[in-house]
């Protein structure tokens, strides 16, 4: 099946500082790319779709600001926490749609990110 | 708008005996997807089991099935002969257009005991 990576799994920073989270398909070409955001026991809740070569489109109530979203080539995408703060401590996970199998997503194990 | 239901938010069950999940959705679209998921305490999502809309014939992978109902909006999950392994958070989720990201439901925490 097709495998997406994380980077890094597990971060922490200190408030006020910048963090980067990679998101890589490793064997197919995702046209399309999602964060999530998850706390603990709940569902995952979408914070933006990133389509290769365009800008991302952001939920409401994401600041698009905070957390920028690059999406370079059509298997990588990352998203910056800028400034983080307390509040920002989540667990983040990416998801990939499959060029030629549209109607799956495949999810990348996650970054828990704890800011101090 | 699209949504997707689930109405218990824990559910319990014995090893080996057999435990269901609900799930409603709603769509105005004719041709979508659904999915189960799995979320295991190390939190990496797995599917479970995927349902075409246009397919008449539940879905079935080895100990899961669905019952799928369209005209109802009900999507369960039965779970046979369940296992230890089976302790997961469950997400049902839509899918209708392409470019469009999964709509999941707020899940259900499921608790197999031997």
């Known amino acids: 099946g097709a495998v997406v990576s994380q980077h890094p799994s597990w971060v922490i920073c200190k408030s006020g500082t910048s963090v980067k989270i990679e998101c890589r398909s490793l064997d197919f070409q995702a046209t399309t790319m999602f964060w999530y955001r998850q706390f603990p026991k709940q569902s995952l809740m979408l914070m933006a779709t990133s389509n290769e070569g365009s800008k991302a489109t952001y939920e409401q109530g994401v600041e698009k600001d905070k957390f920028l979203i690059n999406h370079a080539s059509l298997t990588l995408s990352t998203l910056t926490v800028t400034s983080a703060h307390p509040e920002d401590s989540s667990f983040y996970i990416c998801s990939a749609r499959d060029q030629e199998t549209h109607n799956e997503q495949f999810f990348g194990p996650g970054t828990r990110l704890t800011v101090l | 708008a699209q949504t997707v239901t689930q109405s218990q938010p824990e559910m319990s069950v014995q090893e080996a005996e057999t435990v269901t999940l609900s799930c409603t959705y709603d769509t105005s679209e004719s041709n979508y997807y659904l999915f189960w998921y799995k979320q295991p305490p190390s939190r990496q999502m797995i599917l479970v089991i995927r349902q075409e809309a246009y397919k008449q014939q539940n879905a079935t992978e080895n100990r899961f099935s669905v019952n799928f109902q369209k005209a109802a909006k009900s999507f369960s999950l039965k779970i046979s002969d369940s296992q230890l392994g089976d302790t997961a958070m469950y997400f049902c989720?839509?899918?209708?257009?392409?470019?469009?990201?999964?709509?999941f439901g707020k899940g259900t925490t499921l608790s197999v005991s031997s």
């Open positions: 989720a839509l899918f209708h257009q392409a470019g469009t990201a999964l709509i």
